[in-house]
């Protein structure tokens, strides 16, 4: 889908998308779901070298996706769009985090924001097996 | 991405996505970002044959995203996910649209929702030249 | 703001708002946030009857709000609304509610989801200290 | 409920509500219908003073609510927590918001955001009558 994540710390990220006539609908106007997927990526990137991650996995946890939000601000007919994520509220249940995608020029093309949830490593087996 | 839609009518779709082992997340559950897809795909393909958007697109005008939200509300941890979208209300310049997806043993994985603005064809000529 | 809860069992809830001149905007339609205390209410009273609520307030703890939606679907302009509000999953971290909104002559008028967050007694007075 | 309107601007608004006892729940903590109202009337002041919203009603139309969302981040205990809120972007057909509420110390409390819709006159009168 051509993204690619440029750059990565501990609680944020920049990601970008390039825009492909496959990917256009059929107005001209880049598709929402690469949009999404996009911000997608950049917030897991975010969250990804994280202290609280980082315990959270020793103990064989998780991060885990409770909401993902995209709202889409201005279509997109060309060129790429960039991505960046960051942690707004990292607390020990829960996660907050949002971004912001901007097209070549500079405006806003897009916000999102997801909730995660910690769940150590009890709870997912519980959750797998009552599944 | 293993995206599949099985039926489409006027105003709803069913769709499925399956779970392979690449998609998976460290702790062995379904990434997000499959079922954002799923849902994203499974709303536009119940406006599709809708005469709002068929009476649009006569006119050169589209319908676009203006709103995506996934909620997920269980793990899946292997199989096929199904996914349900509805319009639920359709007007003349917003449309909204729900989704339900289930896993093959009937329990709710995700809920998501979008909302859609219709833009005519001299809106959307203008939104590509002040981008 | 004339908001009234007409019926409670455990994870559902029944409530209604009346439409005041005081109430509405310039251009004689209800006041979103009318719309918006309604849904909040509704839920809030699903919960309240559930086991899982009971629980944690015997060991002192609370469910907290983590996210309120509402989407507004039409315009309400007289008469009552109607709010119907169930929890959609009861997980022990994470609980999922939505509610819909009626008008006097069943139509929907909006649609809202909320999640709550399972919160022990101890994290309760960390969050308090830390705050 | 103690919502205070401090400022308002062309596309800004600055407003705070005040913590008191009635309003709080069982836990101590600012109960969300508070900060969704709060959110609610911060973004409506920041739309007031825009030149889109006066050419519209000279018009007979109006920015009709498509959509408010409130994230809860931090619990609030005591004092009085402050709104920003701000348009993101004012386009012709759809408006986005965003608000950012702080607690007395600076801290985060919640964000919330909001899409608002032009309704010429034509469209508001037959929204009523089709209702």
Chains 1, 2, 3, 4 share one sequence.
Not at 37 to 53: C, Q
Not at 57 to 86: W, Y
Not at 109 to 120: E, K, L
Request: with cysteine; charged share 25%; hydrophobic share 40%.
């Amino acid at each position: 889908m051509g993204l690619r994540v440029l750059d990565v710390g501990p609680g944020w990220s920049k990601a970008s998308a390039s825009h492909r006539e496959d990917l256009t609908q059929p107005a001209g106007i880049m598709h929402g779901g690469v949009i999404s997927s996009l911000i997608d990526t950049g917030i897991a990137h975010a969250l990804m070298m994280t202290d609280r991650l980082t315990e959270l996995r020793r103990e064989g946890g998780a991060l885990v996706s409770v909401d993902l939000r995209v709202k889409f601000i201005r279509p997109v007919s060309q060129g790429t769009i960039f991505c960046d994520a960051k942690i707004v509220r990292l607390g020990r249940q829960i996660v907050h985090a949002e971004a912001v995608v901007t097209s070549e020029d500079g405006k806003e093309v897009a916000r999102g924001d997801a909730i995660y949830m910690a769940v150590p490593q009890s709870q997912i087996e519980r959750q797998i097996e009552q599944n």
